[in-house]
Each structure stands twice: as structure tokens, then as C-alpha cells.
T-cell receptor
């Protein structure tokens, strides 16, 4: 138990569906992250929110839409996904990075997404 | 470009020692992390190195050589529960984490 929860743990959706992934952290952190993890590939950073403002999106397709209503909650809204979007989606939180400090990221268990 | 290299898979025997290597080329360096990820679970933090040398933490140790762009994770007295993927990640000059693809470690009795 890392203090970061994600729901649902598994999701199967069609290409025309709209769904949302939810992440919640109970660690008092001010930065939250969405990652995509595909088999045998490095973790891909999708979005970063620091103090509830988005600071990074790494050219992620617009079919992925993040939302951070407060520092404890993070959503990833999904619509018209493609089969290649099937992957494990991980949420993480940390204190914001700052010069001279490293901030360990705490990960949730992930949502295993399958797009049919 | 930025790159982190680590072996895809390694096999070791229970009770033995294994060393997982990681080499990196990044724009700047603000530290190197090792994470452990069991199948179907969240990655969990193992170690952080920012200065050259060896950091020991129980059965696990992590080594860093900044001049060589090289790190390793050393696991001693291997146990079956150590079967997992081990992820190497480097914090670059913009304080962004650059991740390796992970090394899947298989422990055999």
C-alpha cells in the first residue's frame, strides 16, 4: 500500500466508448503524474500536475484528457481510443521537484486498459 | 537523445547474488533511482544515488559512477519474493525522470 489508489483496476472498452480513470493520493503531495506502461517499453510520462496546474503533456494525443480538480485527485478521461492505447496506466504523486531536492514518486497499482 | 539501457531479463538462483546494470545518456544528471515492480503491482522505490559510490540498504545495494554513466543494483541472498522487474530512472537537468524499460528478474529455487 503506497498511499495512492487507482480505479478501476481493469477496464475493457470499445473504440467509441468514453471512460475515465481515477487516481487519489493520501500522502499530502502537491504533484501528480499519469504514465503509460507498455510491455517491454520504458514508462512514458503523459501528464504532470504541480499545485493543480498542468506543466507537461509530452505531445499526448487529444483522445487523452487529464483533469486535476484538487491536489488529491487526478482523472484521465478517455474517448475514441485505439487498440494501440491498450496498456497499464499508472498514476504517481510526489512533492514538486525543486533544485537541490529529489522527490521520490509514489505509484498507484495502475489500471490495465484493453481497447477492443 | 536521452537513453537508459538495462538488460531485458535476468535469471538467478535463490540464495545467490545478482547485479543488474544500467547505463544512461541524458541531458544533465540530478540523480538515479531504482524501483521494484512486482507483476500487476505499483513500482516501489528502492534507492536514490546522486554521488559516486555504493549505497547499501540491507540486502540491496546501489552503485553509481557519474563519469561512466553507469549504475548497478546488487541483490544479495536472493529470495523468491525478489522476482520482479527492476526499473532504472535518471533525473535529468530539467528534473524530469527518464525511465529504462526495466529488467525482469526471475529467481529459481
Amino acid at each position: 500500500e503506497t498511499g495512492v489508489t487507482q480505479t478501476p483496476r481493469h477496464l475493457v472498452m470499445g473504440m467509441t466508448n468514453k471512460k475515465s480513470l481515477k487516481c487519489e493520493q493520501h500522502l499530502g503531495h502537491n504533484a501528480m503524474y499519469w504514465y503509460k506502461q507498455s510491455a517491454k517499453k520504458p514508462l512514458e510520462l503523459m501528464f504532470v500536475y504541480s499545485l493543480e496546474e498542468r506543466v507537461e503533456n509530452n505531445s499526448v494525443p487529444s483522445r487523452f484528457s487529464p483533469e486535476c480538480p484538487n491536489s488529491s485527485h487526478l482523472f484521465l478521461h478517455l474517448h475514441t481510443l485505439q487498440p494501440e492505447d491498450s496498456a497499464l496506466y499508472l498514476c504517481a504523486s510526489s512533492q514538486p521537484s525543486d533544485r537541490g531536492l529529489y522527490n521520490e514518486q509514489f505509484f498507484g497499482p495502475g489500471t490495465r486498459l484493453t481497447v477492443l | 537523445g536521452q537513453n537508459i539501457d538495462q538488460p531485458t531479463e535476468m535469471t538467478a538462483t535463490e540464495g545467490a547474488i545478482v547485479q543488474i546494470n544500467c547505463t544512461y545518456q541524458t541531458s544533465g544528471f540530478n540523480g538515479l533511482f531504482w524501483y521494484q515492480q512486482h507483476a500487476g503491482e505499483a513500482p516501489t522505490f528502492l534507492s536514490y544515488n546522486v554521488l559516486d559510490g555504493l549505497e547499501e540498504k540491507g540486502r540491496f545495494s546501489s552503485f553509481l559512477s557519474r563519469s561512466k554513466g553507469y549504475s548497478y543494483l546488487l541483490l544479495k541472498e536472493l529470495q523468491m519474493k525478489d522476482s520482479a522487474s527492476y526499473l532504472c530512472a535518471v533525473l535529468d537537468s530539467n528534473y524530469q525522470l527518464i525511465w529504462g524499460a526495466g529488467t525482469k528478474l526471475i529467481i529459481k529455487p
